[in-house]
Nanobody, 119 residues
Framework: DVQLQACGGGLVQAGGSLRLSCATS????????ISWFRQAPGKEREAVSC????????YYEDSVKGRFTISSDNAKSTVYLQMNNLKPEDTAVYYC????????????WGQGTLVTVSS
């Protein structure tokens, strides 16, 4: 049974930091890509960051470059998103999702964790 469990969200003031975790189970962790998405109220879901477990390559959406860092602990089958210098516009529900490496379709999703940044 595949599971992705996202946690680490919360309420933080602008300029603060949070670290999100996406713990996976039931996945062959050495041949996947895991992404963080977010969806703010009234907005479409957007991809925030992605990491490949194959070669460690990463992607960041422009608005989070220099502030967010994605990393993975393959031994723990867990991906992290360190979010620094948070802004009110980062407020959203954050989801992690996985796809096979080289495949564009995300086939497993976590349940989401709410990040609220106050001004």
């Amino acid at each position: 049974d595949v599971q992705l469990q996202a946690c680490g969200g919360g309420l933080v003031q602008a300029g603060g930091s949070l670290r999100l975790s996406c713990a996976t189970s039931g996945i062959t962790f050495d041949d996947i890509a895991i992404s963080w998405f977010r969806q703010a109220p009234g907005k479409e879901r957007e991809a925030v960051s992605c990491i490949s477990s194959v070669d460690g390559s990463t992607y960041y959406e422009d608005s989070v470059k220099g502030r967010f860092t994605i990393s993975s602990d393959n031994a723990k089958s867990t991906v992290y998103l360190q979010m620094n210098n948070l802004k009110p516009e980062d407020t959203a529900v954050y989801y992690c999702a996985s796809r096979p490496a080289g495949d564009p379709v995300y086939n497993f999703w976590g349940q989401g964790t709410l990040v609220t940044v106050s001004s």
